[in-house]
């Protein structure tokens, strides 16, 4: 089975553009997670997507977006980039609700 | 105060040793998770728990729900285990709140 997959794995982008990434779930598995990883403040949640629903979301601001497709695949939207959102972001999926996450290799986002 | 509190913060260890990473947690949980991640590498979930202890070859987790506590034990330390280990809660709306990590270097 192809495990998460996340494109692109490099992006960078300069303040005031917007950008789109992409996760690609294991196959079957319903469940969308993102999160951001930075050296300062560590992992931290952005939004979770189960059947093309937000199911929760991070205290993030409105800039930070998302949605679920119905092939289960995900995108996360970051406008207006600011210098601050230059991290690691990582997908992760699961099946359905409490079950072990599955990682992609996350998109290295530097925001010059 | 973070929801989740890990320690040690770093941990350096001789092969061969035992190795405890502890975890504390301050919310209702649905279930706790160890992660891990090499540097440069992506992450990988060595455990999902709600009770009691599971064991993955010379890794051990537990969790006390009564106590908000949890440990992951790693047995024979080998220098293939320096990594950076996170515990993670998850909660019943489906968010995931993160440790800070610890950092462990096992020494050949």
């Known amino acids: 089975k192809a495990g998460v997959t996340q494109t692109p794995r490099y992006l960078i982008k300069t303040r005031g553009q917007q950008v789109t990434l992409s996760c690609s779930p294991i196959s079957g598995h319903r469940s969308v997670s993102w999160y951001q990883q930075t050296p300062g403040q560590g992992l931290q949640f952005l939004f979770e997507y189960f059947s093309e629903t937000q199911r929760n979301k991070g205290n993030f601001p409105g800039r930070f977006s998302g949605r679920q497709f119905s092939n289960s695949r995900s995108e996360m939207n970051v406008s207006t980039l600011e210098l601050g959102d230059s991290a690691l972001y990582l997908c992760?999926?699961?099946?359905?609700?409490?079950?072990?996450?599955?990682f992609g290799s996350g998109t290295q986002l530097s925001v010059l | 105060k973070n929801e989740v509190e890990q320690s040690p913060q770093n941990l350096t260890a001789q092969e061969g040793e035992f190795i405890t990473i502890n975890c504390s947690y301050s919310?209702?949980?649905?279930?706790l998770h160890w992660l891990q991640q090499h540097p440069g590498g992506g992450i990988v979930s060595l455990f999902m728990l709600s009770s009691g202890k599971k064991k993955h070859g010379r890794l051990i987790a537990t969790i006390n729900i009564q106590e908000k506590h949890s440990s992951l034990h790693i047995t024979a330390s080998h220098p293939r285990d320096s990594a950076v280990y996170i515990c993670a809660v998850g909660t019943n709306d489906y968010k995931l709140s993160f440790g800070a990590g610890t950092t462990v270097t096992v020494r050949a």
């Open positions: 919310v209702g949980i649905s279930a």
């Open positions: 992760a999926s699961r099946a359905r609700g409490n079950e072990k996450l599955f």
